[in-house]
């Protein structure tokens, strides 16, 4: 689609609710910023719409959408007259750590993997709090149970630390489920470098730029072939997370 405005710092920024917080702490100067409601990620057709609305709200302004394709929510977005730019990845958690190939080569080394974040762990209706309810509701036995047969095929959960504030105890938190499930735990850096590109308007091939008035496609967010590369790499399917009461988008 071309790079559009090279090295153009946006004027609107929207993101879901688990990166708002990494979003603020990363971005400079003024900016318009928008939170999408987390419970709009459970039906990719609501939250393309609400998408729509956004982009159709700011006529003229550079836009940068900071999610991943989510569920293909946003493939079939419209831009508008100042462009769009988001990252080619397909969801969040691959851009918390950087890129969709960082995402793949850490699902591929333990199949059944479930990913955690202070966003994720702190947003409405996420897998602890779900957990919480449940055990007030019918006791931490049979809480525990439920949560085991739901999450029954997962392996391992992992924690990706962005190095927020007071983050270190919501860490625990997570190591804590994982432990009441028996599940691996490990926590994992943030390589948030894409997102910064990102909210600096840096033209990078991790970027998709969409001119104005062009649409995203599920193409968009293939990865570049490269030159002595055959054929493409396959993600796994799900993203490896299946059941997933907190919107992981």
Request: charged share 20%; with cysteine; hydrophobic share 40%.
């Amino acid at each position: 689609m071309g790079m559009g405005l090279p090295g153009a710092r946006p004027d609107v920024v929207v993101t879901c609710q688990p990166l708002a917080e990494i979003v603020q702490g990363l971005m400079h100067g003024d900016c318009r910023r928008h939170r999408v409601d987390e419970a709009l990620h459970r039906s990719p057709s609501l939250l393309r719409g609400h998408l729509q609305q956004l982009i159709d709200a700011h006529p003229g302004h550079r836009l940068v959408l900071a999610m991943g394709l989510c569920g293909g929510a946003t493939a079939g977005l419209r831009a508008g007259s100042g462009g769009l730019i988001m990252p080619r990845v397909h969801d969040c958690i691959a851009l918390l750590l950087g890129s969709q190939q960082a995402y793949r080569e850490l699902a591929a080394a333990c199949a059944g993997t479930y990913y955690l974040s202070k966003g994720w762990a702190e947003a409405p209706g996420s897998l602890l709090a779900e957990c919480a309810r449940y055990a007030e509701q019918w006791g931490a036995r049979k809480a525990g149970r439920i949560f085991s047969v739901l999450l029954g095929n997962y392996r391992r959960l992992i924690y990706i630390h962005a190095g927020l504030p007071g983050e270190d105890l919501t860490a625990e938190r997570g190591r804590a489920f994982a432990a009441r499930l028996n599940l691996d735990f490990a926590i994992e850096r943030a390589d948030l470098s894409l997102l910064r590109e990102l909210l600096r308007g840096t033209p990078t091939p991790g970027a998709i730029t969409i001119r104005a008035g062009a649409r995203t496609s599920l193409s968009d967010f293939l990865e570049p072939l490269a030159a002595n590369c055959p054929s493409r790499p396959i993600a796994p399917p799900d993203g490896g997370r299946g059941y997933a009461p907190d919107g992981n988008c």
